[in-house]
């Protein structure tokens, strides 16, 4: 009973502070008994289940969102989704200057004989010859930019042919394997436990100075996307100090989303906020919810950031220009971020393997994701989330600033 007891209330805990606890008993275990090398075995099932459930899951996400997607959205639509796809590139650019400017690498193992890419040619060869392949071995080889390709195709098949019901029964599909998912992150306290320890044990507590150089280049290329860029993409189209709406839009939304960590489970309190602002509901009851999609500023940011360092640390030489090109790969992967705790992380072994890095090599900077997590994970939900209303209210202002003009 006293045990029923004490996981009932390690359940009732927030989920980001049983990571920090997590690793607190890491960290502590791998500086007292380093010799205890059970302890990792829970890091290395925790990175495996992982590496066995996510092609699956990106593969019905990404099928479940493109078969369901609406028609005919309109202007005003238009504007937010063009604003949307464009801040998302430009985070993603704001972290391929900040990963050439303050380069960064991780503990991985395993990286001796990781192959380079010889050219921008052989780049695109790979990409091609690994689209194309068969996607019953792509799933199964976690080949990503193959299961990204015929996912595509998947759904737009779906959307011209399939009836409802059938559209529907893929969505409970992805929500199957979101679950699944969800139960797998619920374990990750354990699984980042015996990854910590591993760490320490090995490399004592230097380890956590390469983790925080690659959380303050995660969380600064953020921070610029969203107090520069975004302010200036809104203040090119209203003309007027964007600022007032972005610091509202951050205090009301991103805070709670802070905690939350989830863009889905802030659905509400945006709506709210829209409210609270004057907008028209027809819009942005579907703007919103359109938002914690496809607006992944912080997707895109943890998705090249996190590449970037892997193929550092495993020596592949990128040039600038592949990097660009990753740029817009990370941009197509962050809107298929699934909705749970640290979605974008799943999405690493994707961009991963444009450069022809294996699987294996990119789970483990996952589990390093997972890790600095506790903070990367909720500044990225905030930022992201916050973004949905931010870019809403602009594009609701930009439309009655132009009928405005129209009806003088």
Same mark, same amino acid.
């Given at each position: 009973?006293?045990?029923?007891?004490?996981?009932?209330?390690?359940?009732?805990?927030s989920?980001?502070?049983?990571? !920090?606890?997590g690793?607190?008993? /890491?960290?502590?275990?791998?500086?007292?008994?380093p010799?205890?090398?059970?302890?990792?075995?829970?890091?290395?099932?925790?990175?495996?289940? $992982?590496?066995?459930?996510?092609?699956?899951?990106?593969?019905?996400?990404?099928?479940?969102?493109?078969?369901?997607? @609406?028609?005919?959205?309109?202007?005003?639509?238009?504007?937010?989704?063009?604003?949307?796809?464009?801040?998302?590139?430009?985070?993603?650019?704001?972290?391929?200057?900040?990963?050439?400017?303050? #380069?960064?690498?991780?503990? !991985?193992?395993d +990286?001796?004989?990781?192959?380079? #890419?010889?050219?921008?040619?052989?780049? &695109?060869?790979?990409?091609?010859?690994?689209m194309?392949?068969? #996607?019953?071995?792509?799933?199964?080889?976690?080949n990503?930019?193959?299961?990204?390709?015929?996912?595509?195709?998947?759904?737009?098949?779906?959307?011209?042919? *399939?009836?409802?019901?059938t559209?529907?029964?893929?969505?409970?599909?992805?929500?199957v394997?979101?679950?699944?998912?969800?139960?797998?992150?619920?374990?990750?306290?354990?699984?980042?436990? /015996?990854l910590?320890?591993?760490?320490?044990?090995?490399?004592?507590?230097?380890?956590?100075?390469?983790y925080?150089?690659?959380?303050? !280049? !995660?969380?600064?290329? =953020? $921070?610029?996307?969203?107090?520069?860029?975004?302010?200036?993409?809104?203040?090119?189209?209203?003309?007027?100090?964007?600022?007032?709406?972005?610091?509202?839009?951050?205090?009301?939304?991103? $805070? %709670?989303? &802070?905690?939350?960590?989830?863009?889905?489970a802030?659905?509400?309190v945006? =709506?709210?906020?829209? %409210?609270?602002?004057?907008?028209?509901e027809?819009?942005?009851?579907?703007?919103?919810?359109?938002?914690?999609?496809?607006?992944?500023? @912080?997707?895109?940011?943890?998705?090249?950031?996190?590449?970037?360092?892997?193929?550092?640390?495993?020596? +592949?030489?990128v040039?600038?220009?592949?990097?660009?090109? $990753?740029?817009?790969?990370?941009?197509?992967?962050?809107?298929? *971020?699934?909705?749970?705790?640290?979605?974008?992380?799943l999405?690493?072994? =994707?961009?991963?393997?444009?450069?022809?890095?294996?699987?294996?090599? *990119?789970? %483990?900077?996952?589990?390093?994701?997972?890790?600095?997590?506790?903070?990367?994970d909720?500044?990225?939900? *905030?930022?992201?989330?916050?973004?949905?209303?931010?870019?809403?209210?602009?594009?609701?202002?930009y439309?009655?600033?132009?009928?405005?003009?129209?009806?003088?």
């Open positions: 009973m006293t045990f029923i007891k004490v996981f009932s209330k390690w359940s009732e805990m989920l980001m502070l049983r990571i !920090l606890v690793l607190i008993i /890491g960290t502590i275990l791998g500086l007292v008994v010799q205890w090398h059970g302890i990792g075995i829970l890091g290395t099932v925790f990175v495996s289940a $992982l590496k066995a459930v996510a092609p699956i899951l990106v593969a019905v996400l990404i099928i479940a969102s493109i078969a369901k997607a @609406g028609k005919g959205l309109g202007p005003r639509f238009s504007v937010v989704i063009s604003r949307y796809l464009l801040s998302t590139f430009i985070a993603a650019l704001c972290a391929v200057v900040g990963s050439f400017l303050f #380069p960064v690498t991780m503990q !991985l193992s +990286v001796a004989d990781q192959a380079s #890419p010889g050219s921008l040619t052989d780049v &695109f060869v790979n990409l091609l010859s690994n194309v392949s068969n #996607p019953i071995v792509s799933i199964s080889n976690g990503y930019i193959g299961i990204l390709f015929w996912s595509i195709l998947v759904g737009l098949a779906l959307k011209i042919t *399939a009836s409802q019901p559209i529907d029964m893929v969505q409970d599909f992805s929500d394997f979101t679950y699944i998912v969800n139960w797998i992150i619920q374990c990750a306290p354990f699984g980042i436990m /015996g910590v320890f591993v760490s320490v044990s090995e490399t004592g507590l230097e380890v956590f100075t390469t925080g150089h690659l959380l303050m !280049l !995660l969380v600064g290329c =953020m $921070l610029v996307n969203t107090l520069v860029f975004n302010p200036l993409i809104s203040y090119l189209m209203l003309h007027s100090n964007p600022y007032p709406l972005l610091f509202t839009c951050l205090k009301e939304s991103g $805070l %709670q989303a &802070f905690f939350t960590r989830s863009s889905a802030n659905i509400p945006n =709506m709210e906020l829209c %409210q609270k602002l004057g907008l028209d027809e819009f942005y009851s579907v703007s919103i919810p359109l938002g914690s999609a496809i607006n992944m500023d @912080g997707a895109a940011v943890t998705i090249t950031v996190m590449t970037l360092a892997v193929a550092n640390t495993v020596g +592949v030489d040039s600038f220009a592949s990097a660009l090109f $990753l740029g817009i790969i990370a941009t197509l992967a962050a809107c298929g *971020a699934s909705g749970v705790a640290g979605g974008s992380l999405l690493v072994p =994707m961009a991963c393997s444009f450069f022809n890095i294996s699987s294996d090599i *990119a789970m %483990q900077a996952v589990a390093v994701g997972f890790i600095i997590g506790v903070v990367q909720s500044v990225e939900t *905030a930022l992201n989330s916050s973004g949905d209303v931010f870019f809403t209210a602009t594009a609701e202002y439309d009655r600033k132009k009928n405005e003009k129209l009806n003088k």
